[in-house]
């Protein structure tokens, strides 16, 4: 089992950039794909970005490609999201995850995922 705890949440304006942080305890992530999911008011949770155990390959939503890069630094137990040119649209509760799905539909589901942290919200401004 793997301890999640998310920070570099805030409020920002449009076009700004936020750098979100998932640090983890109890158990290396090195051996996880870590995710990160979002939640905005009224509707479910949906994929951001993924990356793979040894940071060797990556995956994201279309709504956040481009603009986002998620990165880990397995020495460090952490995960980053850097969240560029943020839209009203990415306003939501950001969760950090940890799982070992194997296909690359499976990397951004949900359900694959079974360690979560208690979520940072990331609120933009129009």
């Known amino acids: 089992q793997v301890q999640l705890v998310e920070s570099g949440g805030g409020l920002v304006q449009t076009g700004g950039s936020l750098r979100l942080s998932c640090a983890a305890s109890?158990?290396?992530?090195?051996?996880?794909?870590m995710g990160w999911f979002r939640q905005a008011p009224g509707k479910e949770r949906e994929f951001a970005a993924a990356i793979t155990m040894s940071g060797g390959r990556t995956y994201y939503a279309d709504s956040v490609k481009g603009r986002f890069t998620i990165s880990r630094d397995n020495a460090k137990n952490t995960v980053y999201l850097q969240m560029n040119s943020l839209k009203p649209e990415d306003t939501a509760v950001y969760y950090c995850a940890a799982g070992r799905p194997v296909t690359a539909a499976q990397t951004m589901g949900v359900n694959w995922y079974r360690n979560w942290g208690q979520g940072t919200q990331v609120t933009v401004s129009s």
């Open positions: 109890g158990r290396t992530v090195s051996i996880y794909t």
